[in-house]
């Protein structure tokens, strides 16, 4: 009986897996490429020579970032799971106005997550729209909509924090005074610290808690379904 409930477990624990491991890939994917290519847009054809403005995740993917922390956070029941891919590389020299420009691009991340969001509803609704018709296909078209709109909110609102190298720290560096900027970005070596910090101490979830909780009461309810 104990062996069949640990078989039923892991099952229940591989199919959760499955189903957010589509979603976090393409969020994570989607939201490097819109930098390349809104820095392509501004200027800057980095990314694009080194092969990165594509959708093939293997270009993007961080072994730890985009498969180990978003994995355990997802085991570990955290209640937050975000990731990351590889940097695509930006050259701001390359911008006319470097500061601003720079800040536009970091700013496609964040709005290609919510754009995906959007989708994602889109997903759900069809999966209800298939109904009893298919119901496995309707049942995972429902539930992987839902990770989708899950990761790609948490992702967006996580990114416009002002913490660097955070998105929202680029734009709050164009904000700032010059000669303030300068130092507010030095803060970067310390950024992954910083909010791991806030993640292991619960600061996170107080932060983006009620953010969160709004955007995704009014994407699930888009969706016709109660929230994650």
């Known amino acids: 009986m104990t062996d069949n409930l640990s078989l039923s477990n892991l ?5 959760h897996i499955a189903l957010w491991a589509v979603p976090v890939i393409f969020a994570i994917t989607v939201h490097e490429v819109a ?5 392509k847009k501004y200027g800057d054809n980095t990314a694009s ?10 270009k993007h993917i961080d072994l730890v970032g985009s498969i180990i922390v978003p994995g355990l956070l ?6 937050f799971i975000f990731g990351w891919a590889k940097p695509v590389p ?12 720079m800040a536009v691009v970091a700013l496609a991340g964040p709005v290609s997550n919510i754009v995906m969001a959007i989708i994602w509803v889109l997903v759900v609704r069809i999966g209800f729209a298939i ?9 995972l078209l429902i539930h992987m909509g839902g990770a989708g709109i899950g990761i790609n909110l948490m992702l967006a609102l996580l990114n416009l924090l002002p913490i660097p190298p955070l998105d929202g720290s680029r734009i709050l560096s164009w904000l ?5 900027s300068q130092y507010y970005n030095q803060l970067e070596r310390h950024g992954f610290i910083i909010l791991l910090a806030l993640l292991w101490t619960g600061l996170l979830g107080k932060i983006l808690g009620y953010p969160l909780f709004a955007a995704q009461e009014l994407f699930f309810s888009l969706a016709g379904t109660p929230s994650y």
């Not at 099952?11 to 199919?15: G, K, R, Y």
């Not at 930098?35 to 820095?39: E, I, L, S, Y």
């Not at 020579?49 to 293997?58: D, F, K, S, V, Y």
Request: proline share 8%; charged share 15%.
């Open 11 to 15: 099952l229940a624990l591989l199919e």
């Open 35 to 39: 930098h390349g290519w809104v820095a």
């Open 49 to 58: 020579m080194l092969g990165r403005l594509t959708l093939n995740p293997i």
């Open 74 to 79: 997802l085991i570990t029941g955290t209640g």
């Open 90 to 101: 930006v050259n701001p020299n390359n911008f006319k106005n470097p500061r601003a420009d």
């Open 131 to 139: 109904g009893t018709s298919s119901e496995i296909t309707a049942s």
């Open 176 to 180: 700032l005074p010059r000669h303030l």
